[in-house]
């Protein structure tokens, strides 16, 4: 299966843009790549997901390089609500929805 | 519209006591799944159902079985509970089976302790 690479833990300050980043080198052609994030005691929370294009939601921004290898999570002004641990996935090899999770990305927002 | 939802949300067992932890989702999906995460770790696939009427193992299935009862319903039971199996579950449903780009939607998770 195709792996993800993401940094343990990042900080921000809030009202500052935040770029979120993931490796995923051994990604295949039809792999969408998909952004989850979990705030404390809860499930997590759909963010975003593309396949080459960059993508615009309400929450966030993805950008994904050319050669599909990494992409970035972009939240153009953090809050203190954006302080979780932000996924970056891939499915499993032999298609459907399951999605493996890795250890992610600590966010840390200060006032 | 409760998304998915989760019950209950702690339970404490006793090593080799069983129990069924439920999850329903009202949102007419055909996919759900049962995550496990321990601390400091990534969420781990247990089993799924790509559609109502089949099944289909994870990554760490063994320990537990799983029901399909209906499209909204989705149960996961431990048999005879583990100290290793002391953990927070989360269930999890998506629109359309098959297809990578239908996002995950999560229940809230059950803690589950096992002493």
């Known amino acids: 299966d195709a792996k993800t690479t993401q940094p343990n833990s990042m900080e921000s300050n809030e009202e500052e843009p935040v770029h979120l980043p993931c490796n995923h080198s051994t990604i295949s052609g039809t792999d969408y790549i998909h952004w989850y994030r979990q705030l404390p005691s809860q499930g997590p929370e759909y963010v975003i997901h593309?396949?080459?294009s960059n993508v615009n939601n309400r929450m966030a921004s993805l950008a994904i390089a050319e050669d599909r290898k990494s992409s970035t999570l972009i939240l153009h002004r953090a809050t203190l609500r954006d302080a979780a641990v932000y996924y970056c996935i891939l499915p499993f090899t032999g298609g459907g929805n399951k999605l493996t999770f890795g250890t992610g990305t600590q966010l840390k927002v200060e006032l | 519209n409760a998304g998915v939802t989760q019950t209950p949300k702690f339970q404490v067992l006793k090593t080799g006591q069983s129990m069924t932890l439920q999850c329903a989702q009202d949102?007419?999906?055909?996919?759900m799944y049962w995550y496990r995460q321990d601390p400091g770790m990534g969420l781990r696939l247990i089993y799924y159902?790509?559609?109502?009427?089949?099944?289909d193992k994870g990554e760490v299935p063994n320990g537990y079985n799983v029901s399909r009862l209906n499209k909204r319903e989705f149960s996961l039971r431990l048999e005879s509970a583990a100290p290793s199996q002391t953990s927070v579950y989360f269930c999890?449903?998506?629109?359309?089976?098959?297809?990578?780009?239908?996002?995950?939607?999560f229940g809230n998770g059950t803690r589950l302790t096992v002493t």
């Open positions: 593309g396949l080459t």
């Open positions: 999890a449903s998506s629109e359309i089976a098959g297809r990578r780009n239908s996002p995950l939607h």
């Open positions: 949102m007419n999906h055909n996919s």
């Open positions: 159902s790509a559609s109502e009427g089949t099944t």
